[in-house]
Nanobody, 115 residues
C-alpha cells in the first residue's frame, strides 16, 4: 500500500505563497494520477486540482491562476504551489492517488492564511 506524507503547510499572511509537497512510497506513483484536496473549517473536502501520470493538470476554478500542481516521478513527489493566498484558502490540504489506483488519505498539512 502506498503511503503518502504531506508537508510544507504553515501560517502565512494574505498574499503570500507556500509550496506543499506530497511524498509517496511505492512503485505505482509514477503511473498514477494524483489529486490535491482541501478541507476548510466547517466545510466539506474539495478537490483543488489533479495531475495525470504524464503531467497534465486540472485546477479548480476557485484557485485557477494562483495554484499550480507539478510532479517529480523520480522523487515520487507531487507539489502544490500556492500563490496570492487568501484567508479562504485556510484548510487542511491532502493528497491522494486518484487513478487508476484510488489510494487512502494522508495525514494532511495545515495551511492558515491570516488577513
Amino acid at each position: 500500500q502506498v503511503q503518502l506524507v504531506e508537508s510544507g503547510g504553515g501560517l502565512v499572511q494574505a498574499g503570500g505563497s507556500l509550496r506543499l509537497s506530497c511524498a509517496a512510497s511505492g512503485s505505482i506513483f509514477s503511473r498514477n494520477a494524483m489529486g490535491w484536496y482541501r478541507q476548510g473549517p466547517g466545510k466539506q473536502r474539495e478537490l483543488v486540482g489533479s495531475i495525470s501520470s504524464g503531467g497534465n493538470t486540472n485546477i479548480a476554478d476557485s484557485v485557477k491562476g494562483r495554484f499550480t500542481i507539478s510532479r517529480d516521478n523520480a522523487a515520487n513527489t507531487v507539489y502544490l504551489e500556492m500563490n496570492s493566498l487568501k484567508p479562504e484558502d485556510t484548510a487542511v490540504y491532502y493528497c491522494r492517488l486518484t487513478w487508476p489506483v484510488l489510494g487512502s488519505w494522508g495525514q494532511g498539512t495545515q495551511v492558515t492564511v491570516s488577513s
